[in-house]
């Protein structure tokens, strides 16, 4: 038996929010998804409030990770401590609220989610996110585990994939928005991608108002960002794991247009 995981990439503002509540359900039927992880943490431009983080879970999230904007809705900051389901990222001070890792049901099986935050191009230098993966290993040996690594560098989450492959099920890349093209099943049966895009406006700059980054790259003074108008699109992979084994048998990219 395979079980498969659909990964979403970072929902940004409420048009991707609502990208996600008309769509999601429907696509997890038409994809046979068992699971479904989806990155939050810009559903707010900046952060997730607790109403968001029910709304994803209702439009048929099963965890809820997030990233560098964790902590930026402070109204989030108890209900992190009560929703297993919404995980901010493992290698923060122990002392933050929430949790960075846990396991779940997936049909019978026990699936690890794990959420992890780079620190090559950073804002901020939190834990060093592979020797946290050393740690944690032992403890979701025999889960199938799911790794997003929310990080700018192309090169840190490829070496965290490298370092992961034959030890987890798979390692997903968030946080730049841009979807890549190399969704694929390393050499010992890890399934990876850099990024997996986003869920938020397709005409936009990282689903912001193009004019608003345009004017910011040129050196003038910009207003808040603002999410672009139009229509949204949904970038995801899906990932098909081999029960046994718990490694990936298939990386396959999904990307919806609304």
Known sequence: MDYRILAVGDVVGESGLSCLRRNLGQLKKSLQADFCIVNGENASLRGLTPDQGEEMLYAGADVITLGNHAFQQRNILSYLDDCKQILRPYNFAPQTPGRGWDT????????????????????????????????????????????????????EKLAMGYMLDGKVSAVFGTHTHVPTADARVLPKGTGYVTDLGMTGPAESVLGIRAEQSIQMFRGGLTSRFEAAPGKCVLNAVLFTIDSETKLCKKAERVDFHD
């Open 104 to 155: 779940f049901d997936c049909k019978g099986a026990k699936i690890a989610v794990v959420n992890l935050i780079g620190r090559h191009n950073m804002d901020f230098a939190p834990d060093n996110p592979f020797t946290k993966m050393d740690t944690l290993l032992p403890q979701v040996e025999g889960c199938m585990t799911f790794i997003d690594f929310h990080a700018e560098s192309t090169s």
